[in-house]
């Protein structure tokens, strides 16, 4: 929940840095409503599902994780604090980035950066380095995400208060399903890096939920450009 409320804090900030840059266009994209605004807006839902729990499933449970590979404890309490410390730090900073980068780039390098850093994290699990590393990148990759996401949508359509409510649900629900899912597994299967599985399945998932989200929310714009160049044409 305290994460939530400061994404949402931060996401007010985020917003009102660019208000300058798109003041000329405020009236007319006040309405504006995507062509497939109900697939975009659940599309998100999941997206946000899938960030959300898997930025607190990873940040449950890497000290369990640590303590069964048998790393030392207080190095496993220092791993935790990376992630956390990193992704706070990043996620203070996305407020001078956004002056100067677009929230589509911020997502999307906020999705190449977890997709990247989790696979490492799987593909070798067993370098000590490599996992400090990877933890770094993963908490540093996450932390634009949630706010960035919330902008990137309101350029292609309008968000009104279900819309946003329903992806504060999806991602609460994910707080809650995806942590206990890796508890669980985790437990059955302890020789197994089941987190590092689950961060890897939910950060393939956003890399591909973007794309498609992309293509259908600016499906009206390519179809309006297609025409005006057709028009051009017959002339």
């Known amino acids: ?15 009102k840095s660019r208000a300058k840059q798109s003041s000329g266009k405020a009236s007319e994209e ?26 607190v499933a990873y940040g449950s449970y890497i000290y369990t994780y640590a303590i069964n590979r048998e790393i030392d404890p207080n190095k ?19 407020i001078c980035f956004a002056t100067c980068l677009y929230p589509g780039t911020m997502l999307l390098l906020s999705v190449i950066g977890c997709t990247l850093s989790t696979l490492i994290l799987v593909l070798f699990n067993e370098s000590l380095f490599l996992l400090w590393a990877g933890t770094a990148v ?3 990759s996450m932390a634009t995400t949630f706010p960035s996401g919330f902008s990137w949508v ?11 409510s329903l992806f504060v649900v999806g991602a609460a629900l994910g707080e809650m399903a995806i942590p206990v899912s890796v508890g669980y ?15 890897l399945a939910s950060s393939t998932m956003t890399a591909v939920l973007f794309p498609v989200m992309y293509k259908l929310a600016t499906a009206q714009q390519d179809q309006a450009r297609y025409n005006r160049v057709e028009s051009d044409d017959r002339r």
């Open 185 to 199: 597994l985790q437990g059955m299967f302890p020789t197994v890096p089941v987190l590092l599985y689950t961060a």
């Open 138 to 140: 993963y908490g540093a």
């Open 154 to 164: 309101q350029q292609y359509t309008t968000i009104g208060g279900k819309s946003a």
């Open 30 to 55: 006040k309405f504006r409503t995507a062509k497939y605004h109900n697939a975009v807006i659940f599309l998100l839902f999941l997206f946000f599902f899938c960030y959300v729990g898997a930025e």
């Open 1 to 15: 929940t305290y994460i939530l409320l400061v994404s949402l804090f931060l996401f007010i900030l985020y917003s």
């Open 76 to 94: 496993a309490a220092g791993l935790n604090s990376l992630f956390w410390g990193v992704f706070a730090a990043v996620r203070g900073l996305a």
